[in-house]
């Protein structure tokens, strides 16, 4: 079954230090995945998403990058974090099976950036 | 560009009691259109979207093309409905979803 592993859940970081979000996916290969962050107050925006192993569209400029070193893992970095990057990070996977649109998400990532 | 908007930040009702969490959206083509539940240290989930027109949990929501909506109704609230809702729009063409900036639901007993 598919399943979406996205890790650390919480974390808390200085401004100015790195930062990196993993989140990998089981039971299927070639997926489209995405970056959404939720700031305070906001829905969920949609940051990053690739459509496989390189490739990575960015849908807002931003203080991060994203990353698809692997097939079914997706990175999301920082090299200098802000404290305007604190907020909560979603990895998705979004499928489309048969015109039947399905929507796996990680646990979450809650980010304070101090 | 297109938008969702769901007004309520928060929703408290009493156990029984009719529920409509409210969902805006604007978009110029066909959207398909979601509603997702979180509950509490659970991840993100489905409720329903609107092609299947389906009730869950209770639950119904029905697309008004003309008011450009797709509130969520239910019409005798449970305890167990306390969660964040989010209402999420896809655009034809794209798999990516446009969520709404979510309203928590409080049921008290």
């Known amino acids: 079954s598919q399943t979406i592993h996205q890790w650390p859940a919480t974390l808390v970081q200085p401004v100015g230090s790195p930062l990196s979000l993993e989140c990998t996916v089981e039971?299927?290969?070639?997926?489209?995945l995405y970056w959404y962050r939720q700031a305070a107050g906001r829905g969920l925006q949609l940051l990053f998403y690739?459509?496989?192993?390189?490739?990575i569209s960015s849908e807002v400029p931003q203080n991060l990058s994203a990353s698809r070193p692997q097939d079914r893992q997706f990175i999301l970095s920082s090299k200098k974090l802000l404290l305007s990057d604190s907020g909560f990070y979603l990895c998705?996977?979004?499928?489309?099976?048969?015109?039947?649109?399905?929507?796996?998400f990680g646990q979450g990532t809650r980010l304070t950036v101090v | 560009a297109q938008r969702v908007t769901q007004p309520e930040k928060l929703l408290s009702v009493f156990k029984g009691a009719p529920v409509e969490l409210k969902c805006n959206y604007s978009?110029?083509?066909?959207?398909?259109l979601f509603w997702y539940v979180q509950y509490s240290r659970q991840r993100l989930q489905l409720l329903l979207r609107?092609?299947s027109r389906e009730s869950i949990k209770g639950f119904t929501a029905d697309l008004n093309k003309g008011e450009t909506s797709f509130h969520l109704k239910k019409p005798f609230a449970q305890e167990e409905d306390s969660a964040m809702y989010y209402c999420?729009?896809?655009?034809?063409?794209?798999?990516?979803?446009?969520f709404g900036s979510g309203t928590r639901l409080q049921v008290q007993p």
């Open positions: 978009y110029s083509g066909s959207p398909e």
């Open positions: 039971g299927t290969s070639n997926p489209n």
């Open positions: 609107h092609i």
């Open positions: 999420a729009l896809k655009k034809a063409g794209r798999r990516a979803l446009t």
């Open positions: 690739s459509v496989g192993i390189g490739q």
């Open positions: 998705a996977w979004i499928s489309n099976l048969a015109g039947r649109t399905e929507a796996f």
